[in-house]
């Protein structure tokens, strides 16, 4: 059974950090991109940031871009987002997701997405 496993997240003040991480099991890790998409009450699910498995191209939406750092560790199946000099606007659930194209996150396509992890919120506060 494919699964993502999330950890991370909590309540900062602004300009603190926080780090996701995100456990893949169950599916070729190296066959996906993963990442985060996030929520926030009353919006869209909006892709945040994303890495290949395989060869590790990433993608960053506009707005985290300079601030938040995708990596993965292969040999562990785990993809992370260190995620710095957080806003407010930062604040949302932060949902670790797989797809097979990095246009996934791009787009915000989020009916793109095969697998879903549980979420986990992230609270920055003024």
């Known amino acids: 059974e494919a699964q993502l496993a999330e950890s991370g997240g909590g309540s900062v003040q602004a300009g603190g950090s926080l780090r996701l991480s995100c456990a893949a099991s169950g599916f070729t890790f190296d066959d996906y991109a993963i990442g985060w998409f996030r929520q926030a009450p009353g919006k869209e699910r909006e892709g945040v940031s994303c890495i290949s498995g395989r060869v590790g191209n990433t993608y960053y939406t506009d707005s985290v871009k300079g601030r938040f750092t995708i990596s993965s560790d292969n040999a562990k199946n785990t993809v992370y987002l260190q995620m710095n000099s957080l806003k407010p606007e930062d604040t949302a659930v932060y949902y670790c997701?797989?797809?097979?194209?990095?246009?996934?996150?791009?787009?915000?396509?989020?009916?793109?997405?095969?697998?879903w992890g549980q979420g986990t919120q992230v609270t920055v506060s003024s």
């Open positions: 997701a797989a797809a097979t194209r990095l246009r996934v996150w791009a787009y915000s396509d989020y009916t793109g997405v095969e697998y």
